[in-house]
């Protein structure tokens, strides 16, 4: 199987895991789609330009506060989450959820996703 179908197919399955998820992406850092499995009302480009963005500041943040290496990435809305995470060197994985989301098990699906994904771009 193809690089870019094992991505897919780990994104398909990411979204398959939770109802509660309504969209993921795998992003570089600079703001590059790498692979997604977004709904049709969420364009590609701007999620990953938006990604971009909270990667820089969340790694700013990170930096200039002594926390560490940037592992997770996590913003509130009132209509619902987005979480990034490590998904590789020089990607990052875009979780896009409702409002009511049982964030526990999103967590552990995003986790076990993101180590398939850096498996798959190593």
Known sequence: MLRNERLKE???SLQA?????EGCAVVTEDGLIIASSLQQNMEEDHVAAMSAVMLSMGNRIA??????????LFVK????????????????LVAITRPEA?????????????KALDEILA
């Open 17 to 21: 895991a939770s109802a509660d998820i």
């Open 10 to 12: 780990t994104l398909n």
């Open 102 to 114: 049982k964030l526990g098990l999103i967590f552990l699906d995003v986790s076990r996703a993101s």
């Open 77 to 92: 809305g009132k209509s619902g989450y987005v979480i990034m995470t490590n998904a590789g060197p020089h990607a990052m």
């Open 63 to 72: 930096r200039e506060l002594k926390r560490g290496d940037l592992e997770q």
